[in-house]
């Protein structure tokens, strides 16, 4: 990562790389926001932001949000949705086992996780894929001076 990236852009990345790390999601493609991409499984990380709070005389403190979600495509039934659960309770476990991002802020914690599914027909009544999806809320606290 350039020494020159936001805080925004480093903490993306750090939510990308700890990812990339397990294992059981390593093989994914990640973004920074939605991609243009229709090659799924993917995974994209969105810096929603938040408040800025002034903590100490010293400094503030970034109370921010990212969104990590991943999607899932399927022309059979079941495949797509079981498919995000499971990776989607992965993302969950990884992130928050990892409190601190590895140092980088002094908080980061999942508040939220939804879903969404819906079928893509391209002539009506004659549906051709299944494209489900889950959306992690990652709560972030970060010391700014």
Same mark, same amino acid.
């Given at each position: %990562?350039?020494?020159?990236?936001?805080? /925004? @852009?480093?903490?993306?990345?750090?939510?990308?790389?700890?990812?990339?790390?397990?294992?059981?999601?390593? $093989?994914?493609?990640?973004?920074? $926001?939605?991609?243009?991409?229709?090659?799924? /499984?993917?995974?994209?990380? =969105?810096?929603? $932001?938040?408040?800025? *709070?002034?903590?100490?005389?010293? $400094?503030?403190?970034?109370?921010?949000?990212?969104?990590?979600? +991943?999607? @899932?495509?399927?022309?059979?039934?079941?495949?797509?949705? =079981?498919?995000? %659960?499971?990776?989607?309770?992965? +993302?969950?476990?990884?992130? #928050?086992? #990892? /409190?601190?991002?590895?140092?980088?802020?002094?908080?980061? =914690?999942?508040? @939220?996780?939804?879903?969404?599914?819906?079928? *893509?027909?391209? @002539?009506?009544?004659? /549906?051709?894929? +299944?494209?489900?999806?889950?959306?992690?809320?990652?709560?972030?606290?970060?010391?700014?001076?």
């Amino acid at each position: %990562m350039s020494e020159t990236a936001s805080v /925004p @852009e480093q903490i993306t990345q750090k939510i990308i790389d700890i990812l990339k790390a397990d294992s059981e999601l390593a $093989g994914l493609s990640y973004y920074f $926001g939605p991609p243009l991409t229709r090659q799924t /499984p993917f995974i994209y990380v =969105k810096w929603v $932001g938040g408040p800025i *709070v002034q903590e100490t005389f010293k $400094g503030v403190v970034w109370r921010h949000r990212w969104e990590v979600v +991943i999607v @899932e495509s399927s022309k059979a039934d079941d495949v797509a949705e =079981k498919s995000v %659960m499971a990776k989607a309770q992965r +993302i969950y476990t990884v992130l #928050n086992g #990892n /409190p601190t991002l590895d140092g980088l802020v002094r908080d980061a =914690k999942p508040v @939220e996780l939804t879903a969404e599914t819906v079928v *893509v027909a391209v @002539e009506w009544a004659k /549906p051709e894929l +299944i494209l489900a999806a889950a959306r992690l809320v990652l709560e972030v606290t970060r010391e700014w001076s």
